[in-house]
């Protein structure tokens, strides 16, 4: 698991834009990421993760993904775009406090294009476990 300053060997972004805040596994063509939200979180308002917040951890959650690939070569992590979010359902807006998984799943790769399938879930919850999900298309900057 990497979690804190480690996790700027996989990430572009610094603070107060990063949206992991721990990387759980990374496997052949799947992750699972984590997010604790905090009250001085950027995307906070009113006490929860607004939409926005909820989109930018989906993306930094693939870039980990992606990122951790260089991470294990000693390389410095690649710049990440979104080109395209589809299927995307927020279920509801998660409060301050609530630790976040994310489960990535990789559904395709070519020329630079990964297409990811993902899930953000309350950890360890029993009721409303499933706070959002939808598909996203990363570009990944080979320079």
Request: net charge negative.
């Amino acid at each position: 698991m990497l979690k804190g300053e480690e996790l700027y060997q996989l990430i572009p972004q610094r603070p107060p834009i990063v949206m992991v805040s721990e990387v759980r596994s990374v496997g052949e063509g799947c992750a699972q990421i984590g997010l604790q939200i905090e009250k001085d979180n950027i995307f906070v308002k009113d006490g929860k993760l607004q939409e926005a917040g909820i989109i930018e951890h989906i993306a930094q959650s693939a870039a980990a993904m992606e990122g951790y690939k260089s991470y294990v070569n000693q390389l410095p992590p690649k710049l990440g775009f979104i080109g395209e979010i589809k299927k995307c359902k927020i279920f509801f807006l998660p409060c301050v406090g609530t630790h976040l998984l994310t489960i990535l799943t990789v559904l395709g790769e070519a020329a630079g294009v990964t297409l990811v399938q993902a899930k953000v879930e309350i950890e360890d919850s029993d009721k409303e476990p499933l706070v959002a999900e939808c598909q996203m298309k990363i570009f990944i900057k080979n320079e």
